[in-house]
């Protein structure tokens, strides 16, 4: 093989490299809202083995109890689980006994999957490196989904940086946003991006009618 054949053919491993050769999209959501455009979001992704991260051994348990309600199989292992469940855990995605694992960052550390299509970042984890190490599992083979709400766009924003591109931002489609009843101060300081997202929330309840995305 000639040095230029050579050359061509290297892989890189770097962020910028692994960010702009893997297919990502970020999906703009409200905290309470994710469950929701999660289920949603699996409908698009069928028959995939999906890889779910979260930042919280609760959301982790929340998520899971929420998909079991609406009749869908997941596995949530974290912390709080002995060995064995992991190592049980484990077993189940491998052998697609179960298509959606659900666990946090530290945990991922000690597992070995196969075979995973999608990773979906429901919450973006709490070290931007921590990114990339989840988006190398689908590295040009899969797809990496980010689920963004006001608290991990400053996570976005360092990690666009690291990878000096950004994310293909998505709407889920007929996907209605919700408001919550009190707004707190923290709320009213939400970066632009979410600020739509609360805009076509209100529209949508003030017209009673089918979410038009607002352009």
Known sequence: MS????????????????GNRTKQAAYFVQQH????????????????QILVLVKSKRNADELMEYLKEKEIKSISVHGNHRETQIEDAQR?????????????SRILETLKLESIHA?????LPLDAPDYFKTLLLVDEIGKSISLIDPEDEGMLATIELMMKCEMSEVEMENFEHT????????????KPRHKKVEQRAKKKADMKSKWVPAK
């Open 119 to 123: 990773v979906v970042n429901y919450d």
């Open 179 to 190: 408001t919550r009843e009190t707004i707190t101060s923290k709320d009213r300081t939400k």
């Open 33 to 48: 809202d994710k469950n929701r455009m999660f289920e949603d979001l699996l409908k698009t992704i069928p028959n995939m």
């Open 92 to 104: 189940a995605f491998n052998s697609k006994e179960t298509t959606i694992l659900i666990t946090t």
């Open 3 to 18: 040095e230029k054949s050579i050359k061509e053919t290297k892989k890189y491993y770097d962020y910028v490299s692994v």
